[in-house]
Nanobody, 122 residues
Framework: VQLQASGGGLVQAGGSLRLTCAGSGRTFSMYSMGWFRQAPGKEREFVAHINWRGDSTYYADSVKGRFTISRDNAKNTLYLQMNSLKPEDTAVYYC????????????????WGQGTLVTVSS
């Protein structure tokens, strides 16, 4: 499956953005998926995960209550709604698919999108 993330941009602290990850291929709906982010000079970190049906989600503590992951399998699309953004949310955000195990580990995912930059100004 090929993934393409979009929707990043510049937003003020307290604002909102919605990221989109468009997938190609008929297998998209078979994969659980995740969002990760990587800030300058830091390692890539887990943000959120959703199962293939879209009825089970899991979040990093740093985004819980502010971010919402969802998917529309009919459209082969994954979303990340980000509210109450903080400057520390500034990073390149990546979507990923099909983790073998350890959904919080980036090395477990088979497929990656190219990333979209989110910048939150204070």
């Amino acid at each position: 499956v090929q993934l393409q993330a979009s929707g990043g941009g510049l937003v003020q602290a307290g604002g909102s953005l919605r990221l989109t990850c468009a997938g190609s291929g008929r297998t998209f709906s078979m994969y659980s998926m995740g969002w990760f982010r990587q800030a300058p000079g830091k390692e890539r970190e887990f943000v959120a995960h959703i199962n293939w049906r879209g009825d089970s989600t899991y979040y990093a503590d740093s985004v819980k209550g502010r971010f919402t992951i969802s998917r529309d399998n009919a459209k082969n699309t994954l979303y990340l709604q980000m509210n109450s953004l903080k400057p520390e949310d500034t990073a390149v955000y990546y979507c990923a698919a099909n983790p073998k195990s350890g959904i919080e580990r980036s090395d477990q995912y088979d497929y990656w999108g190219q990333g979209t930059l989110v910048t939150v100004s204070s």
